[in-house]
């Protein structure tokens, strides 16, 4: 079933999920452009991703941030009077995800972009919304260098618990895996998973992630408490510091919420300006005193 909407143009596909397909589409009247997820009712299983929409779309909407992904109407599409499909319009983001191959970055860059991220979801959180899926594909990056977080169809209301598990194993709190209740802690874990992730090219280790099986509740959930050096040895040690107090077992140990975050950011880029200016001092000191001795000799 292809995508057909009275006052939209259809420009181009834009990507497929499991249970959709997303379009570039563009208002024949305003020429504004909108991306459209398209999701098809096949079987009752599928209903599922229809209140996935829904509950994008009831947080969507009642976000209004920069750095947040604007959300519009909620569409369905009736043969016989039978709801065959759902759309929802969303705002047209223009960019590249982080989880991508081409997305490239310096350190400084990458800090500036988590930053804005962190400054999306504390004004998610103070509309009591949780995210609940963050990960490198729901970061985007504009050719302008502003950050879009994306994807509110897991996001849930805060100080509640999920009736099954959602998330993605590797970015997903302890407490998403238990089915426990859910606070802005949940998306501090998931920021500080998914950073590691775009810093490491690896996924930060779980006995989840290790397992494969989201039903072996008894296991999930249940941090590594070293972090493999492999691929981190290039990655500053304040940030690793950063990382692991973003993703502890206990919510408690956390960080506490994204302000905190913030601060940890600001603390560790200042910390790099300074580690890279001293370095800067070294250099100097060295090179005037290779040229003092070849002025000697």
């Given at each position: 079933m292809s995508l057909i909407l009275p006052d939209y143009r259809v420009i181009r596909e834009l990507g497929r999920g499991a249970s959709s397909q997303l379009y570039c589409v563009e208002d024949i009247k305003t020429g504004e452009l909108r991306t459209a997820k398209h999701i098809i009712l096949g079987d009752a299983d599928e209903k599922k991703f229809i209140e996935q929409l829904r509950a994008e779309q009831a947080t969507g909407q009642l976000l209004d941030h920069p750095t947040l992904r604007k959300v519009f109407e909620l569409r369905y599409i009736r043969k016989r009077f039978r709801v065959q499909a759902a759309v929802l319009m969303m705002e047209y983001v223009d960019g590249i995800d982080m989880g991508s191959s081409q997305f490239r970055w310096s350190l400084p860059q990458l800090l500036s972009y988590f930053r804005s991220a962190a400054e999306g979801l504390s004004a998610m959180h103070h509309h009591k919304f949780v995210h609940a899926d963050l990960k490198p594909g729901n970061l985007?990056?504009?050719?302008?260098?502003?950050?879009?977080?994306?994807?509110?169809?897991?996001?849930?209301?805060?100080?509640?618990?999920?009736?099954?598990?959602?998330?993605?194993?590797?970015?997903?709190?302890?407490?998403?895996?238990?089915?426990?209740v859910l606070d802005q802690r949940t998306d501090v874990f998931g920021f500080g998973a998914t950073l590691y992730k775009v810093l490491t090219g690896m996924a930060l280790k779980t006995e989840m992630n290790k397992t494969a099986g989201l039903h072996l509740e008894g296991r999930i959930g249940k941090r590594v408490t070293e972090m493999s050096r492999g691929s981190t040895d290039e990655v500053p040690t304040c940030i690793l510091r950063f990382i692991e107090d973003c993703c502890r077992e206990d919510p408690m140990d956390r960080l506490s919420d994204m302000r905190a975050v913030i601060n940890r950011i600001d603390l560790s880029q200042t910390i790099l300006e300074h580690q890279a200016a001293n370095r800067e001092k070294e250099e100097k000191k060295k090179k005037k005193k290779k040229s003092s001795t070849r002025s000697e000799s």
């Amino acid at each position: 079933m292809s995508l057909i909407l009275p006052d939209y143009r259809v420009i181009r596909e834009l990507g497929r999920g499991a249970s959709s397909q997303l379009y570039c589409v563009e208002d024949i009247k305003t020429g504004e452009l909108r991306t459209a997820k398209h999701i098809i009712l096949g079987d009752a299983d599928e209903k599922k991703f229809i209140e996935q929409l829904r509950a994008e779309q009831a947080t969507g909407q009642l976000l209004d941030h920069p750095t947040l992904r604007k959300v519009f109407e909620l569409r369905y599409i009736r043969k016989r009077f039978r709801v065959q499909a759902a759309v929802l319009m969303m705002e047209y983001v223009d960019g590249i995800d982080m989880g991508s191959s081409q997305f490239r970055w310096s350190l400084p860059q990458l800090l500036s972009y988590f930053r804005s991220a962190a400054e999306g979801l504390s004004a998610m959180h103070h509309h009591k919304f949780v995210h609940a899926d963050l990960k490198p594909g729901n970061l985007m990056v504009t050719p302008s260098d502003e950050v879009k977080l994306i994807d509110f169809g897991q996001s849930s209301t805060l100080l509640q618990a999920k009736e099954r598990i959602q998330g993605t194993p590797d970015y997903m709190a302890p407490e998403q895996a238990k089915r426990s209740v859910l606070d802005q802690r949940t998306d501090v874990f998931g920021f500080g998973a998914t950073l590691y992730k775009v810093l490491t090219g690896m996924a930060l280790k779980t006995e989840m992630n290790k397992t494969a099986g989201l039903h072996l509740e008894g296991r999930i959930g249940k941090r590594v408490t070293e972090m493999s050096r492999g691929s981190t040895d290039e990655v500053p040690t304040c940030i690793l510091r950063f990382i692991e107090d973003c993703c502890r077992e206990d919510p408690m140990d956390r960080l506490s919420d994204m302000r905190a975050v913030i601060n940890r950011i600001d603390l560790s880029q200042t910390i790099l300006e300074h580690q890279a200016a001293n370095r800067e001092k070294e250099e100097k000191k060295k090179k005037k005193k290779k040229s003092s001795t070849r002025s000697e000799s």
